[in-house]
């Protein structure tokens, strides 16, 4: 049983969702659809493609990817939100 590649894909995921979670906090905190804002949604894109890229994964991973860097940019927001009065 080679558990190399489930934690190899537990990583990605992990990287996508804590890389996010920052990024929306601060992106919460910008004009929407501004250059700060689209940068905030964006700037993890290369990090987690460089990863899966590395780890070999194909690109049925990506909306596996996807899914956890929306979830951290949502979280990231609604912390942004919770700590302002």
């Given at each position: 049983?080679?558990?190399?590649?489930?934690l190899?894909?537990?990583?990605?995921?992990?990287?996508?969702?804590?890389l996010?979670?920052p990024?929306?906090?601060?992106?919460?905190?910008?004009?929407?659809y501004?250059?700060?804002w689209?940068?905030?949604?964006?700037?993890?894109?290369?990090?987690?493609?460089?990863?899966?890229?590395s780890?070999?994964?194909?690109?049925?991973?990506?909306p596996?990817?996807?899914?956890?860097a929306?979830?951290?940019?949502?979280?990231?927001?609604?912390?942004?939100?919770?700590?302002r009065?």
């Open positions: 049983m080679n558990i190399a590649p489930a190899q894909l537990s990583t990605l995921l992990l990287i996508a969702f804590l996010n979670l990024l929306g906090y601060l992106r919460e905190g910008s004009v929407r501004s250059f700060r689209f940068a905030y949604i964006h700037l993890s894109i290369p990090v987690v493609v460089l990863l899966r890229m780890y070999g994964f194909g690109w049925e991973i990506i596996l990817t996807l899914v956890f929306v979830i951290g940019q949502i979280l990231g927001g609604r912390i942004w939100r919770k700590t009065p």
